[in-house]
């Protein structure tokens, strides 16, 4: 059974490994590369976990039956008064080993839940590559919407992807 958290600052070397694993495997996937997360130490991630949490934004983990952090993903609430009804949903991930099982899902379901709680949060919104026709289908299914494309917007190398922004309303 995959259980659910919210990440703290005792979970930061474990997510910093599986940051820099998914950067890894999906380079095309995330605006961030491998280079600039190796260089993290696992208390400026614990900083970042703490800080998160003191902005109104979470960092989801997924745990398996041995206590293994194999899934992540992250709200960031926007600032200003003109932005604060969004949060952006960012950098969902689970590792090869634990997908097909609906930890993904279950993952997104519960950032949405908890968004739901957030005084004055009225959306979410996502970027997708669209390389990842699975997580846009993923995401279509839990009620998010395309809003278009966005052009060459990851270089990898000399490859450029685009990027599927998304969104969905936290009050229906």
Avoid at 3 to 26: C, F, K, M, S, Y
Avoid at 34 to 61: K, M, S, T
């Amino acid at each position: 059974m995959t259980r659910i958290d919210v990440l703290g600052p005792r979970d930061a070397r474990a997510l910093n490994r599986l940051t820099q694993r998914a950067l890894r495997e999906h380079p095309t996937a995330f605006t961030t590369d491998v280079a600039a997360v190796a260089r993290r130490r696992d208390d400026e991630v614990a900083a970042h976990l703490r800080e998160l949490r003191r902005g109104r934004g979470f960092r989801l983990g997924a745990f398996d039956d041995a206590g293994n952090l194999v899934g992540t993903v992250r709200l960031n609430p926007r600032s200003g008064s003109r932005l604060a009804h969004s949060a952006d949903l960012i950098f969902l991930y689970v590792c090869a080993e634990a997908q097909n099982r609906g930890i993904g899902r279950a993952l997104i379901q519960r950032a949405i839940e908890l968004a739901r709680e957030i005084d004055g949060l009225r959306q979410l919104e996502l970027s997708v590559s669209s390389d990842s026709p699975a997580a846009r289908h993923l995401y279509e299914s839990l009620g998010f919407r395309a809003t278009g494309v966005l052009k060459r917007q990851i270089r990898v190398d000399d490859d450029y992807h685009d990027l599927v922004p998304m969104w969905r309303s936290l009050e229906d």
